[in-house]
Nanobody, 123 residues
């Protein structure tokens, strides 16, 4: 397994941008599919974006397509989530997660989790 630590959350106005980072420890990071989830109060934890180990396959939830971009730097053991044109409904705790499988969508498919970082978008 890998250990994950997110950073980059904060308070931003509607239409603003943030970049989340997730630093991983462990030599096997390069082999994992990485995902970004978010969870708003009273709601389920949903997959927002996913990237496979070679960055050749990505997935985005419909709600963030065209606004969010997931990327990874395997040399730095880091995955990023660039968020633009932020909306109040993007407010949530964002988690990065790692999975040994490729085409995964459910939180139960991911074996390692970060502690989460709060993103708040003010209207």
């Amino acid at each position: 397994q890998v250990q994950l630590v997110e950073s980059g959350g904060g308070l931003v106005q509607t239409g603003g941008s943030l970049r989340l980072s997730c630093a991983a420890s462990g030599r096997t990071f390069v082999s994992y599919t990485m995902g970004w989830f978010r969870q708003a109060p009273g709601k389920e934890r949903d997959l927002v974006a996913r990237i496979n180990w070679r960055s050749s396959t990505t997935y985005y939830a419909d709600s963030v397509k065209g606004r969010f971009t997931v990327s990874r730097d395997n040399a730095k053991n880091t995955v990023y989530l660039q968020m633009s044109s932020l909306k109040p409904e993007d407010t949530a705790v964002y988690y990065c997660a790692a999975s040994p499988s490729t085409y995964v969508y459910r939180s139960s498919d991911f074996s390692s989790w970060g502690q989460g970082t709060q993103v708040t978008v003010s209207s």
